[in-house]
């Protein structure tokens, strides 16, 4: 397929193609944790339908569609991939691959990366062959992320790593880490840190996971002795890892608010669950929902309007702050709705209507992650309406 | 669907109204009028008759300029920014797009008159305190080719003023709207002192004769041709809703930055900033639905419920909380008649309630959204 080709023309071929590959097993709309596949060496494929799904839209790039082809993408232009999306969900299809390599390291990477190393990183990344997570929190750097006090002391041909990660998302199951490191201990806490690539099995990295309120561990901590991270394992320049990290963050953010307006499935879940309690649901909740798909539906419409003003090159440079704060803060609503719909039955786990509570529990992490809504509203106050520090 | 970015026209097109106002209708203008006992500025419309405001929606052949839904919002917006009065929304947004859906000489007429600055309309439907169409009471009896109507409608946005009025009244089998000018015999209108400044009338209709000329589109189906107009204008008084909000979050930021208290600008304070940026924050929000609203009426207007009550209650929701926070902020002096703020917090107010308050827009977005 090229990018030249027409819309239309784009849009007939793909559907031919997915019916003709996407197996019935994976048109589910399948967005439970057990439906997601997340790759990497010691993955285990919870069917055949999973693996030849994954091995099928690697094939063609569409795990990561707007990736260059050269990196495992199918080079999609924004138009075409918008178009993908519109297929995959008519046909109820599951996502092939999610990670944090296509959400995180990739695109920092891409912007980042010299050709060796997207070359060497890239591909892997998209054929669901290596699973990354991500070292950036500390248990002294929360909010204060840049206090990171992880260090990498220079030893020539590659840095000796020692200290100790925390909120690392299923650390326990990656091959790889991203993460962020202190080279320069003199320097000003922005302008030592460096962004290494970090292999977890070749001794020195131990992760521990973190039992959370919801009950499950998606959660570890991770620690560094004596670490060898080889010279060339790093994105960016040395002690410029602050750059990277701030960047890759805002895609953390764009993925984290996306999740929130419902784009990734859960807003239809709202509906669907409210209609079958219409009912019982009392007029405040029902209220209080109606406000809420509001919401949703205009903090969708803004994600479109950001995508669209960045391909006119009208960058929104602390947008994706915006996002998140409100994307996370309406998810925390949309699932207190869910919970109060409920009623009784979500209190139980894995009850008559699933593992709502877990997942409603789940959500209360979302306006932490990746910088506080508290975090957020400063650098909007400071950045974008220039109120004073 | 076309982006929702603003194209490079539209981009002119809101710069070249930002500039006209700020020296015609500038923040001000409207305590002026105020203070004169003015509720409506005839020569600054023939001003923006002149600019093709007025025919925003009028075909070219009909001395239009024919610029779009986007644009009629774009222009609204505008308006909001600085409280500009005119009868923008009633007259060039929905009577416009009213007489549209009718394509007789009569209507074209009609347009023409409207793109020149010559006539202006007011919508006369509510009857009660909400805005509620369907449940109009108002009888327009059959008498010989003829109607009588009789009855009162509320609430009538520029209806003091207006040379025409486009009457919502009930048929023998359904609802009729009527084209007549607002000074035929049986009508009389009552000026209301509004909070906002701005004209709106009560109107009695006692046996006023019609014709059945003066029946925009069919009998018994005014709905074809009022909901087009309703939504229009829902959706360009969602975008001088947002213009509103944007003007007051503009000033409060402003004052956050000079104001000192406590030996240090009080922008410097962590729970005012936070508040400003939750405020901006809804802002750029409520900007995509109005965005998406425009282009939706432009490219799919038969399908624009959703996007247009969306629009509306957003915008509602945005302009209430801008102005609340603008005073909030600014303290005791955002209390006073001197200064401005008090008067976007009562056009927010009269905006909010126009064509449809939030919970009505939220009821047609649930309904839609099935549940």
Known sequence: MSTGQTSDGFRAELREWLKANCPVEMRDSGMSEDAICWGGRNWKFTSTAQEQWLNRCAEKGYTVPTWPKEYGGAGLTREQEKIFKQEMERIGARSPLESFGIWMLGPALLHFGSHDQKLEYLPPIARGEVRWCQGYSEPGAGSDLANVQTRGEDKGDHWLVNGQKIWTSYADKADQIFALVRTDREAPKHKGISFLLIEMAEGGVETRPIKMISGISPFCETFFTDVKVPKHRIVGEENRGWDVAKYLLTHEREMISGGGAGLSGGGRALGAVLNETLDTMGDTLRADAMRCEIDALAIGLTLERYKDQAE???????????????????????????????????????????????????????????GTSEVMLSIISRRVLGLPA | MSKLVLTEEETMLADMARGFLDGAAPLGKLRKMRDDGQRGDPALWKQMAEMGWAGVLVPEDAGGSDMGFTAANVIAQEMGKTLAVSPFISTAVMAATALRQVSDARAKQALARIASGEVTYALAVDEGVKHDPDATQMAARSDGNGFRLSGKKTFVVDGALADRLLVLARTADGLTLFDIPADRSGITRTASNMIDDRDAARIDFDDVEATGEDVLGQVDHAMDVLRPALQAGQAALAAEMTGLAAGAFGMTVGYLKERKQFGTEIGRFQALQHRAAHLWSETEVTASAILNAGRVLDETPGDATLAVSLAKARATATATLAVQEGVQMHGGIGMTDAYDMGFYMKRARVAAEWLGDYSYHAERVAALRGF
């Open chain 1, 312 to 370: 006119a090159g009208q960058g929104a440079g602390d947008a994706s702050a915006m996002l998140k704060y409100m994307g996370t803060e309406l998810n925390k609503r949309r699932h207190e709705l869910m919970m109060t719909a409920g009623g009784s039955d979500a209190l139980e786990w894995d009850g008559p209507v699933g593992n709502r509570a877990g997942d409603w529990l789940r959500t209360k992490a979302n306006s932490i992650e990746g």
